[in-house]
């Protein structure tokens, strides 16, 4: 059995105008995509890949995302094949040996993903990149990334697609891995982590609060039998960021560094639904997946909701 990478902690447009839009140059694209719905605000970055860099209450100032590395940001994050010694190739020292890695961000050597297409409506964005290969230096994946994210009350949408057309020989094929679906960094304010894991799921059983385990201990916290399929990091008052996503009840999730930190600083909070699945050379993968934000109960409530086909 593999097991899963994860992304790493390194030291630690909606264009809003009065009137038509001035013209752009080829040079003068939009560094990010916009949306607000009057409960959340939404940002996409540009820049790195459209992953999501931003997530706030609508009127706030305070995104829960932390963003202070390219392996940070809610964004995704696929393995696939062997894990192999290219440093002769340029390969980070840090990150090898290393398997078949694409990033919507960018790599360990913060080189970012390049941008195919995007576009915008009221409440939806639409992103496509090619990614890059997270350990290997200024290496761009043979893949691209799509990204269809909607806001709809306190939740985001957000449905992905990876489609592989790789023609290397190097890390093999029908390879099983642990794949993050994806990979979400609420910040470390939100520090209290809580689920359901429980033989009576969807029935409003008292939730969970569970041990935060911090990666300097060596690996994140391994939760299974996540029988509602979320999880969430909330404060003291229980408010905060929850993650669901209904094909897995295995999850990762814990804290680095130290609580009470925000979206720039280096200390972060950790959640990743995970599912072991074989990513081919040549495959198409998608899956779909929720953040809301909100108190523990109103999450837990729309979670419900989503669940039954309600949203």
């Not at 694209?29 to 605000?41: H, M, R, W």
């Not at 697609?161 to 990979?183: F, K, M, V, W």
């Not at 385990?213 to 990091?233: C, H, P, Q, T």
């Not at 229980?238 to 209904?246: E, L, Q, T």
Request: proline share 5%; aromatic share 10%.
């Amino acid at each position: 059995m593999k097991k899963i990478f994860i992304l790493p902690l390194l030291a630690f447009l909606c264009i809003q105008c009065m009137g038509e839009p001035a013209p752009q140059s080829e040079n003068d694209e939009p560094k990010e995509l916009v949306a607000d719905n009057g409960v959340l605000t939404l940002k996409l970055d540009l820049t790195r890949g459209g992953a999501i860099s931003y997530l706030s209450l609508s009127g706030s100032a305070r995104s829960v995302v932390n963003i202070a590395d390219e392996g940070r940001y809610i964004q995704q994050s696929y393995y696939a094949g062997k894990s192999l010694d290219r440093k002769s190739e340029g390969q980070s020292p840090a990150w090898s040996p290393w398997c078949w890695n694409p990033i919507q961000v960018g790599d360990a050597f913060r080189n970012r993903a390049k941008i195919l297409d995007y576009k915008q409506s009221k409440e939806s964005l639409y992103v496509k990149c090619i990614p890059m290969q997270w350990d290997m230096n200024n290496r761009p994946a043979e893949a691209e990334m799509e990204q269809w994210t909607t806001l709809k009350g306190n939740v985001l949408v957000v449905r992905n697609r990876l489609t592989c057309h790789r023609t290397d020989n190097l890390y093999g094929d029908s390879i099983l891995c642990d794949q993050e679906l994806p990979a979400v960094y609420p910040i470390s304010a939100l520090k209290n982590l809580m689920t359901y894991q429980g033989n009576t799921p969807f029935t409003k059983a008292p939730v969970q609060k569970l041990e935060v385990i911090n990666l300097k201990s060596g690996f994140w916290g391994r939760y299974k039998d996540v029988s509602e399929n979320w999880m969430a990091f909330v404060d003291e008052k229980n408010w905060g960021m929850a993650v669901y996503n209904p094909r897995c009840t295995n999850f990762l999730a814990g804290l680095a560094g130290v609580i009470n930190k925000e979206a720039a600083d280096g200390s972060t909070s950790y959640i990743a639904p995970v599912k072991k699945e074989t990513l081919y050379k040549k495959c198409e993968y998608e899956y779909e997946y929720y953040i809301l934000l909100g108190s523990m109960n109103e999450m837990r409530e729309k979670i419900y909701q989503i669940r039954a086909g309600g949203l």
